[in-house]
């Protein structure tokens, strides 16, 4: 089975990659598995924080030719999710009391030709029937086995003492799903703040409503 990653790719530092799978509990809700870890320090409120980005992230610029100044959509799903965990958003980094980092990504999994038994490359079609010579056809789906599985689409968060840097919380959330919309991401970076400030790695489901889309 042949790997193809695309989408917004950016890396939080020390994050172990993860693999599991989670699905939609509702229409309007989107269920991940989540897992955090870290210290948080007893007794410290949330507090202001400033979303750090690495080089590489800087370089990318909005749709819509913005400029590397500006959030990008990723930015603003986490935005949303960080203040719903009570979190500020500071007017620069050295005004914050935290630093994220954030990472988002989707991995799509192509069926290999040679994963089906036989090394029959079996896929949809259409067949003609035995008593219709003329033409009638009934088309037949890939089988189940020839089917690849949804994308898997994870995203993580760092947070760490801006005075320090020592890092503080880090937490992670993985779904799988074909939609690749912002909502699903803003859903998914609340989910992996749920329980905040209290570390939780054992893997758990979290279910969060989507957001309407604007």
């Known amino acids: 089975m042949k790997r193809r990653r695309f989408g917004f790719v950016v890396t939080v530092t020390a ?7 989670s699905g939609c509990a509702s229409l309007n809700q989107l269920t ?3 897992s955090s870890f870290g210290q948080w320090p007893s007794g410290r409120a949330p507090g202001s924080y400033f979303i750090e980005r690495l080089p590489s992230q ?16 990723m930015e603003q799903a986490a935005h949303l999710a960080l203040q719903g965990a009570g979190f500020k958003q500071a007017a620069s980094l050295e005004s914050a009391d935290v630093v994220v ?8 999994y192509d069926v290999s030709p040679w994963a089906d038994p036989l090394w029959w490359r079996w896929g949809p079609r259409y067949w003609r029937t035995p008593g219709w010579p003329t033409g009638y056809r009934i088309y037949s789906p890939a089988p189940a086995w020839r089917q690849a599985p949804p994308p898997d689409r994870e995203v993580a968060l760092l947070l760490r003492d801006r005075a320090t ?3 503080l919380w880090e937490a992670r959330a993985l779904s799988s799903g074909l939609s690749t919309d912002l909502s699903v991401f803003q859903a998914m970076f609340s989910a992996a703040l749920s329980g905040f400030p209290s570390a939780q790695p054992q893997p758990r489901s ?3 409503t989507l957001m309407p889309t604007r």
């Open 15 to 21: 994050l172990a990659s993860v693999a599991a799978l």
């Open 32 to 34: 991940s598995e989540v």
């Open 58 to 73: 800087a370089a990318q610029t909005p749709p819509g030719g913005a400029g590397p100044a500006a959030a990008t959509p």
């Open 101 to 108: 980092q954030i990472g988002a990504r989707v991995t799509r």
């Open 165 to 167: 840097s020592v890092p």
């Open 206 to 208: 979290v279910s969060v």
